[in-house]
């Protein structure tokens, strides 16, 4: 039962106190705080809203409505609709004037959750002291929040990536209180490939001078480099090859030429020059320390640790799931979504959006990633149908 | 014609002066030298042989056999049955008891060709001084290199990756010296995606400070971090996510625990454990300037620049041309090979070799590698026929 004095203004956000968290491996997080944000609108007029065949009717008093929890990947947060724009929002899929959107920052993260970057009950920043952490402390983390709310059952959990990873845990753990799920673009468990980009990364930080064995906090230095060398790796892992290639080709950057007499780092091709942007993008933006928990929690991802393997942990959900991917997703390849919707135990449906993006489909193909969401969306409704008003 | 007198032994290399070579961009280079290995073995009887339905007889001499010019790849060298051993000897695919097989490490390598850490005339290394190299200008070299051998034609010329490229090459700029080529797991030219992977790896090794500009030849240090950095990803692109995860999944490696309570760089899974020896085994091997030189000319491939674009130069293409790859290939994915197979004035075929292994299928799939090595032969010795004898 959701209590709407509680929840932020819509688009808002508040801190909501989550208590201690113990992490799978046993460390004590005293005084875990979440950053949440919610998406509600009323609704205008009917002409303003798709014709669904089934859903719930726009304009439902917020407690009455049911709840769809979106859980972000990695460098993302709670603010959905700044992420997620084209999915979430009035007459979007997912319709804010029918549903109560709940997004929150993870666990470990360093947009308003407590993290490696927030203080420590000794006030200084956690940096080195902040445990290690599994997806599924995260989802302890949130279930604690919505706890917090009063919060009892969520219509939907619906993530991408590391968020799908939180969905697909949060079906396992809690499933008396998720009605259905939909993860996107992500798989049962790392792959020792994953782990092998992953692991690099955050070696690639940990040997920057900078980062001071996790505790840069204070000494007026970032461990930016290392940062840099991670998300030039990553983001090739996040684009396909096909929409990288449509881009820039073998073009050099303007005005430079690296086809010159000798290699020259100053002289370089128009993709070098695209990674170097998004490289000081994310360093400007994202904490060194949540990048090393939140890519070391992916590592972890495991659906069948402690549950007797992950297909016999798979088959054990009770959660209504349907899954999506991208056809071309080097990071999640399609075969492992196809992998969870053979050994899913309540599964609903697999789709596939096709493009030459890669992973990060889920972002750019808006009109098929719609789709999927008003398909998923559909389905939850016949399954959890009247019920689903918390 | 071979003068069989300038070879060396088989099984053994000699260093063939090849002159001074002028780079695409206008760099001198005096005094190039190549190693170069030579292949060829006495007929024993015949049934030791398989049964081709066609091609050159057994144990011709050594001056009247067609002759097979491999290119290695990356980081290979010219002892081609040291990386190719299943392909390359007595009743293997490509048989040295009817074959002349020459292999030469690459220019710019580091294996006995002339390279960043080969002496200059002044008597230091050329470190930063060696200029950058494109894949013709390898191919030139190799041009020289026969030329002094008194070789004006080869049979076929064959090579995966970065020997893929030169052999594209070879068909282009030389098209009189070549009768037949089979281009492996490659494309016309660098994707957007490579350079971006590329060019990163060469920065990693760039940031080492032992790197010294590129002239750490003599300093006692050498940019073994950045090379290991550059490794790592180097291997995972090389590698398929099928092969590396059934051989490490999300094991732990023995007697460490990635799943702890905190982050600990010591505590690693199985696949960082291999990576780590990846790496070591290469920064041992592999000389760090050549590592940069010949990653630059990957770089630099385009079979396209200076010739009206690239399907204009693959239509100009009068060599009859086979066409391989490897289905899980990331790094040089089938479409490219499929592109080529479009758009090759002459081309004879396109064989898909089918892997978990990825890019490194043509070294891991022996018996389809076989298999593709054998057709082409077959073809090259019906398309070559009576006249491949030099």
Redesign the interface.
């Known amino acids: 039962m959701v209590t709407p004095t509680r929840l932020p203004a819509s688009g808002e956000f508040i801190q909501v106190p989550c208590g201690e968290v113990v ?5 004590h997080i005293p005084d875990v705080q979440l950053r949440l944000y919610a998406f509600y609108d009323a609704a205008k007029g009917d002409n303003d809203y798709p014709d669904f065949s089934a859903g719930p009717v726009p304009g439902l008093p917020v407690e009455q409505r049911p709840i769809i929890l979106i859980e972000h990947a990695l460098t993302g947060d709670g603010n959905a609709t700044d992420w997620w724009g084209g999915m979430v929002g009035p007459s979007k899929p997912i319709d804010t004037t029918r549903y109560l959107v709940l997004c929150a920052n993870v666990l470990g993260g360093c947009q308003g959750s407590t993290g490696p970057c927030s203080p420590h009950p000794d006030g200084k920043a956690w940096g ?1 002291r902040f ?2 952490l ?1 997806i599924r402390d995260m989802v302890v983390a949130e279930k604690q929040m919505l706890d917090a709310l009063g919060i009892e059952r969520v219509h939907a959990v619906i993530g991408a990536s590391m968020g799908g990873a939180r969905a697909l845990e949060w079906t396992l753990m809690y499933p008396e209180m998720v009605a259905t799920a939909l993860p996107i673009a992500v798989s049962a ?9 992953q ?2 990364q ?3 930080i ?2 920057d001078p900078h980062w001071h064995g ?1 505790d840069y906090y204070g000494t007026g230095e970032t461990p930016s ?1 290392g940062m840099g ?1 991670a998300r ?2 990553a983001h ?1 892992t996040y ?3 096909l929409e ?2 449509e ?4 073009e050099a950057q303007h005005g430079e030429n ?8 100053g002289q ?5 020059s ?2 170097d942007r998004q490289a000081e993008k994310l360093v400007e933006r994202f904490d060194a320390g949540s990048y ?2 939140l890519t ?1 929690a992916l ?2 991802h ?1 659906v069948g ?1 402690g549950r007797g393997g992950m297909n016999a942990a798979l088959g054990s959900s009770q959660v209504p799931t349907m899954v999506a991917g991208v056809d071309t997703d ?1 990071l999640y ?1 399609f075969h492992q979504q196809e992998h969870l919707s053979r050994n899913l135990g309540d599964f609903i449906g697999l789709s596939k959006i096709t493009s030459p993006t890669g992973h990060d489909g889920f972002l750019t193909e808006e009109r098929q990633t719609a789709q999927v969401l008003q398909k998923f969306l559909t389905k939850a409704y016949l399954l959890d149908g009247e019920d689903s008003a918390s």
Chains 1, 2 share one sequence.
């Open positions: 992490t799978e491996a046993g460390v080195s445990p290690g599994s468990r790392a792959s020792a490939w994953q782990i092998g980009l692991s690099s955050i070696r690639f940990e040997a996790g480099h060398q030039r790796i090739l684009r396909g090859e990288v290639d881009r820039f080709g073998v690296p086809y010159g007499p000798y290699r020259d780092p370089r091709f128009a993709v070098e695209y990674l090393v928990v070391d590592n972890r495991d640790r080097i390849p």
